[in-house]
């Protein structure tokens, strides 16, 4: 860690006089031209405003299953999940045999949907009428979704983004402070993904930054508890927990024994009454809490989803791993690969739980499940994307590239959905953006790769789906 914290050091202050060099980036050239014209007040609403207008102009676009029965596609799963929670009781949600895209995410999501619905329901019932709204398109449906996603995303993850840069930057240059909250609102992947495709991804990456935001001004029990809202609406946030837990176990074990217990039964108590308020209407049956957790965690799905750019789907080219072991088989090997693979991260973040050490650590474990764990899909790459994302200052070099290549990996499933252009605009934008972090490369790796994804796209693709699917 003392490596680490030199770097950073070096990275932002010089030997003589402790003055902050300027960055070569277009993003802190803006910063300095906002700061020279005493525009700073306005800057950081500007910044969300453009943010926001970024997302809709993506949101003009299509999106998953657009006009593609009969299963349609993500949206349509989200459009009837606030269908079903609306219209059936809450003990159902979770055992509806509709067959319709099954409700497969944590209570909150369910909350979320529910809220959505029933003022969605208000507007105008014949988008969430039951059973006869399957597939419903309409422009002003579209358009009441789309506006879901801009607000949730506005409430809980942009403002999650701009108390991050204030407190992380807190005894930075503003310009440096400004340029990192333009950069992390302008990832592209995430915009991609829920305006364009449509999710809510970043309800729960919001969640996670706010849990972050507490444990840097030393608020753990409150982090818990943003960080189990995290869990609460998608269990993909189970990737940042062995960080987390192994953070706030290291920071409990130097407050001597009886500080230690306490703080723990502080946290405990914290995680115990969160959870178990989200998943209140359940457990009360056996039966019906079990039935909540085979839907979130649907291990019957298989390995990993389409495309997405792990260890075992790389592995499964030349090694045909599902069918050469079976489920239970592949679920062993996953989670001892996982294990193995973030337990040096956390030893180590027990040992010395500094606030450098956790974002290092979210980003390890992150990583860790994303290459190695069972039943990723390709759109996971926004987790660990996100605390990497948030270093764009400290690491720009590894931030930049990784960013760009994230999104490049998302480039199938973009282009089935019909995003090309919003993806090469808004990846150029960020390419450019970020291009003096490290001489240009992001900028070659980026438009290079994917001029020939384009160029060799049918031979590639037909390759992938012969070697992997079957």
């Given at each position: 860690?003392?490596?680490?914290?030199?770097?950073?050091?070096?990275?932002?202050?010089?030997?003589?006089?402790?003055?902050?060099?300027?960055?070569?980036?277009?993003?802190?050239?803006?910063?300095?031209?906002?700061?020279?014209?005493?525009?700073?007040?306005?800057?950081?609403?500007?910044?969300?405003?453009?943010?926001?207008l970024?997302?809709?102009?993506?949101?003009?676009?299509?999106?998953?299953?657009?006009?593609?029965?009969?299963?349609?596609?993500?949206?349509?799963?989200?459009?009837?999940?606030?269908?079903?929670?609306?219209?059936?009781?809450?003990?159902?949600?979770?055992?509806?045999?509709?067959?319709?895209?099954?409700?497969d995410?944590?209570?909150?999501?369910?909350?979320?949907?529910?809220?959505?619905?029933?003022?969605?329901?208000?507007?105008?019932p014949?988008?969430?009428a039951?059973?006869?709204?399957r597939?419903?398109?309409?422009?002003?449906?579209?358009?009441?979704?789309?506006?879901?996603?801009?607000?949730?995303?506005?409430?809980?993850?942009?403002?999650?983004?701009?108390?991050?840069?204030?407190?992380?930057?807190?005894?930075?240059?503003?310009?440096?402070?400004?340029?990192?909250?333009?950069?992390?609102?302008?990832q592209?992947?995430?915009?991609?993904?829920?305006?364009?495709?449509?999710q809510?991804?970043?309800?729960?990456?919001?969640?996670?930054?706010?849990?972050?935001?507490?444990?840097?001004?030393?608020?753990?029990?409150?982090g818990?508890?943003?960080?189990?809202?995290?869990?609460?609406?998608?269990q993909?946030?189970?990737?940042?927990?062995?960080?987390?837990f192994a953070?706030?176990?290291?920071k409990?074990?130097?407050?001597g024994?009886f500080?230690?217990?306490?703080?723990?039964?502080?946290?405990?108590?914290?995680?115990?009454?969160?959870?178990?308020?989200?998943?209140?209407?359940?457990?009360?049956?056996?039966?019906?809490?079990?039935?909540?957790?085979?839907r979130?965690?649907?291990?019957?799905?298989?390995?990993?989803?389409?495309?997405?750019?792990?260890?075992?789907?790389?592995?499964?080219?030349?090694?045909?791993?599902?069918?050469?072991?079976?489920?239970?088989?592949?679920?062993?090997?996953?989670?001892?690969?996982?294990?193995?693979?973030f337990?040096?991260?956390?030893?180590?973040?027990?040992?010395?739980?500094?606030?450098?050490?956790?974002?290092?650590?979210?980003?390890?474990?992150?990583?860790?499940?994303?290459?190695?764990?069972?039943?990723?899909?390709?759109?996971?790459?926004?987790?660990?994307?996100?605390?990497?994302?948030?270093?764009?200052?400290?690491?720009?070099?590894?931030?930049?590239?990784?960013?760009t290549?994230?999104?490049?990996?998302?480039?199938?499933?973009?282009?089935?959905?019909?995003?090309?252009?919003?993806?090469?605009?808004?990846?150029?934008?960020?390419?450019?953006?970020?291009?003096?972090?490290?001489?240009?490369?992001?900028?070659f790796?980026?438009?290079?790769?994917?001029?020939?994804?384009?160029r060799?796209?049918?031979?590639f693709?037909?390759?992938?789906?012969?070697e992997?699917?079957?």
């Amino acid at each position: 860690m003392t490596t680490t914290t030199t770097t950073v050091t070096n990275a932002t202050t010089t030997s003589a006089g402790g003055k902050v060099p300027k960055l070569n980036l277009p993003a802190y050239r803006y910063a300095t031209w906002i700061e020279e014209n005493q525009l700073k007040r306005t800057a950081p609403w500007i910044a969300v405003a453009v943010a926001v207008l970024v997302r809709w102009i993506v949101g003009l676009g299509p999106y998953s299953g657009m006009s593609t029965p009969p299963r349609f596609g993500d949206y349509e799963a989200q459009r009837h999940w606030m269908e079903l929670t609306i219209h059936r009781p809450i003990q159902e949600w979770y055992s509806d045999k509709s067959k319709w895209w099954d409700l497969d995410y944590p209570p909150l999501t369910a909350y979320v949907s529910w809220i959505c619905g029933y003022i969605g329901d208000k507007i105008n019932p014949e988008w969430f009428a039951w059973e006869t709204s399957r597939g419903f398109e309409s422009p002003d449906a579209k358009f009441y979704m789309r506006v879901t996603v801009l607000i949730c995303e506005l409430l809980v993850y942009i403002s999650a983004v701009v108390v991050f840069t204030n407190r992380w930057f807190a005894n930075k240059p503003w310009t440096r402070k400004h340029t990192a909250l333009v950069l992390i609102v302008m990832q592209p992947g995430l915009i991609l993904i829920d305006s364009g495709h449509f999710q809510y991804n970043a309800v729960m990456l919001g969640f996670v930054v706010w849990a972050v935001n507490c444990f840097l001004a030393d608020q753990d029990v409150l982090g818990s508890v943003f960080f189990c809202l995290a869990l609460g609406f998608k269990q993909m946030a189970l990737y940042f927990a062995p960080a987390v837990f192994a953070y706030l176990l290291g920071k409990s074990f130097r407050q001597g024994f009886f500080g230690c217990i306490w703080k723990l039964i502080k946290l405990g108590l914290a995680v115990i009454l969160t959870l178990g308020l989200l998943f209140s209407p359940w457990i009360q049956s056996q039966d019906e809490i079990l039935q909540v957790l085979h839907r979130i965690f649907p291990v019957f799905r298989g390995l990993y989803q389409d495309k997405v750019a792990n260890v075992w789907c790389a592995v499964n080219v030349v090694i045909k791993l599902r069918e050469m072991f079976d489920i239970q088989q592949l679920v062993r090997f996953s989670v001892l690969a996982t294990l193995a693979s973030f337990l040096p991260s956390v030893l180590h973040l027990i040992a010395k739980p500094t606030k450098w050490g956790l974002i290092y650590g979210l980003i390890n474990s992150s990583l860790s499940f994303f290459l190695l764990s069972f039943q990723v899909h390709e759109k996971s790459i926004l987790i660990p994307a996100l605390p990497i994302t948030l270093l764009i200052l400290d690491e720009p070099a590894i931030a930049s590239l990784f960013v760009t290549l994230a999104t490049f990996t998302m480039y199938p499933l973009l282009k089935q959905e019909g995003l090309m252009m919003p993806y090469f605009v808004l990846l150029g934008f960020w390419v450019w953006f970020t291009s003096g972090t490290f001489k240009n490369a992001s900028r070659f790796l980026g438009f290079s790769a994917a001029v020939r994804y384009l160029r060799f796209e049918n031979d590639f693709l037909s390759v992938l789906d012969s070697e992997i699917f079957y």
